[in-house]
C-alpha cells in the first residue's frame, strides 16, 4: 500500500469521526475530477459546482456505509455520476434548454484532465460532442469517457441493453459523420 493511499484511509478514518480538516483534505485532493466528471454530463458550470458540493456532502454523512475505504475514489465519483444523471434527467422532463445551445460563448475547457487535453484532435473530437442530441452525448460520455460498460450504462440511463447497443452504436455514428464534416 502507497503512503498517499495509507494517508487517506487515514483522513477517512477521521472523516467518520467529523474531523472538518480531514473532511477538507479529502475535498482538495478530490474536488478537481469531481468537478469535471459533472460538468461533463450537465454540461453548466454552476449546476456542476452545485453537484459536486452536494455530492461531497453526501459523500461526508454516509462514509459509515463504505466498507472498503479503498475505494473511496470511485464510490465518489459514482454518487456524482448518479446526482448529474439525476439532474440531467430533471432537465429533460422539464424540457429546459441549456444556455449553451442558445449562447455561444467562449469557455474553458473543463473535460478531459489527463495529457491529452491539449491534444487538438482531443479538442475536436469533445466539441463535436456537445454538438450531438444530448442522449448520444451522454452515452458516448459514459461508454468512452467515464469507462462504464454497457450494464452499467443501462442502469443509469435506465434503459434495456439492446437499446443501450444501440444507442452507443448510434451515437458513435453520429460524432463520426460530424468529424468527418467538420473534417471537410
Not at 459509515?64 to 430533471?90: E, P
Not at 444507442?167 to 471537410?184: G, N
Request: aromatic share 8%; hydrophobic share 35%.
Amino acid at each position: 500500500m502507497t503512503s498517499t493511499n495509507q494517508n487517506i484511509e487515514q483522513l477517512l478514518l477521521l472523516c467518520q469521526s467529523g474531523n472538518q480538516r480531514a473532511q477538507l483534505e479529502i475535498y482538495n485532493r478530490y474536488h478537481k475530477a469531481m468537478y469535471n466528471t459533472a460538468i461533463r454530463i450537465v454540461k453548466d458550470s454552476f449546476k456542476a459546482e452545485d453537484i459536486m458540493q452536494e455530492s461531497f456532502l453526501t459523500a461526508f454523512t454516509k462514509i459509515n456505509t463504505l466498507d472498503d475505504t479503498q475505494l473511496f475514489g470511485a464510490w465518489l465519483k459514482r454518487i456524482v455520476i448518479n446526482n448529474s444523471i439525476g439532474y440531467y434527467h430533471k432537465t429533460i422532463k422539464q424540457n429546459e434548454v441549456p444556455l449553451e445551445s442558445v449562447i455561444y460563448k467562449v469557455e474553458d475547457d473543463d473535460g478531459i484532465v489527463e495529457p491529452d487535453q491539449n491534444n487538438e484532435k482531443v479538442k475536436q473530437i469533445l466539441n463535436v460532442m456537445k454538438t450531438l442530441k444530448p442522449n448520444y452525448n451522454l452515452s458516448l460520455t459514459l461508454y468512452l469517457i467515464e469507462g462504464y460498460d454497457y450494464e452499467e450504462i443501462c442502469e443509469i440511463m435506465n434503459i434495456s441493453y439492446a437499446n443501450c447497443r444501440t444507442l452507443i452504436s448510434r451515437a458513435k455514428e453520429s460524432l463520426r459523420k460530424k468529424l468527418v464534416l467538420k473534417a471537410s
